[in-house]
Nanobody, 115 residues
Framework: QVQLVESGGGLVQAGGSLRLSCAASGSIFSINNMGWYRQAPGKQRELVALITSGGRTNYADSVKGRFTISRVNAKTTVYLQMNSLKPEDTAVYYC?????????WGQGTQVTVSS
C-alpha cells in the first residue's frame, strides 16, 4: 500500500500563488508516475499535471505556463507550484501515485481562489 499526504491548500486572491506538497509513504518502491488531479463542485475530476519517474511532465492546457510540477526526495515527494491563480482554479486538489495496478489517491486539499 502507498499512503499519500497532501498539504499546502488554502485561500488566495486571484493572481496569487500557492504550493501544494504530496509525500508518499509505505510501499514506495517502484512508484512510477506522480501528479495532481482536481475536482471543482459539480464537475468531473480532471488531470492537472503528471510527472514520471524519469522527470517527464504533462500539464492540462488550462494550467500550462502557470503551474509547475516537480519531484524530489528519492522521487517520493511531489510539488505543484501554482502561480497566477484564477477563480476557475478553485477545486479540491488530489495527489496521485501509480505503480502496477490501480492508482493511489490522497485525501485532497482545498484550493480556493477569490476574485
Amino acid at each position: 500500500q502507498v499512503q499519500l499526504v497532501e498539504s499546502g491548500g488554502g485561500l488566495v486572491q486571484a493572481g496569487g500563488s500557492l504550493r501544494l506538497s504530496c509525500a508518499a509513504s509505505g510501499s514506495i518502491f517502484s512508484i512510477n508516475n506522480m501528479g495532481w488531479y482536481r475536482q471543482a463542485p459539480g464537475k468531473q475530476r480532471e488531470l492537472v499535471a503528471l510527472i514520471t519517474s524519469g522527470g517527464r511532465t504533462n500539464y492540462a492546457d488550462s494550467v500550462k505556463g502557470r503551474f509547475t510540477i516537480s519531484r524530489v526526495n528519492a522521487k517520493t515527494t511531489v510539488y505543484l507550484q501554482m502561480n497566477s491563480l484564477k477563480p476557475e482554479d478553485t477545486a479540491v486538489y488530489y495527489c496521485i501515485a501509480t505503480r502496477s495496478g490501480p492508482p493511489y489517491w490522497g485525501q485532497g486539499t482545498q484550493v480556493t481562489v477569490s476574485s
